[in-house]
């Protein structure tokens, strides 16, 4: 099993920076892929940005350029560095994480936090 949990989400103003953070803890060798996503009210949950175990970085078109996933070494740490935030940046973010053994591979969610964007 893998818990995590996010935290830094806020109140910001248009054209501010936060950086989100996702404590990962558990099975977190089998980790392969991290991951934020995001679900703005009335909407379908969207990938944000996507880190490989390889380093392969992929982010939405709408972030691209202003947002930047990172993780630490030990893997149990994962960040998403947003900047240049925009009002339709407004969601709950989850941390997701793609957990694989020789017999299956599993989603895991974290409970998500709120970022909020005035204009």
């Known amino acids: 099993q893998v818990q995590l949990v996010e935290s830094g989400g806020g109140l910001v103003q248009a054209g501010g920076s936060l950086r989100l953070t996702c404590a990962a803890s558990?099975?977190?060798?089998?980790?392969?892929?991290f991951g934020w996503y995001r679900q703005a009210p009335g909407k379908e949950r969207e990938l944000v940005a996507v880190?490989?175990?390889?380093?392969?970085?992929i982010y939405a078109n709408s972030v691209k350029g202003r947002f930047t996933i990172t993780k630490d070494n030990t893997k149990t740490t994962v960040y998403l560095q947003m900047t240049s935030l925009k009002t339709e940046d407004t969601a709950v973010y989850y941390c997701?994480?793609?957990?694989?053994?020789?017999?299956?591979?599993?989603?895991?969610w974290g409970q998500g936090t709120q970022v909020t964007v005035s204009s």
């Open positions: 880190l490989g175990s390889g380093g392969t970085e």
């Open positions: 558990g099975s977190i060798d089998s980790i392969r892929v």
């Open positions: 997701h994480a793609l957990r694989s053994t020789n017999l299956a591979s599993y989603n895991h």
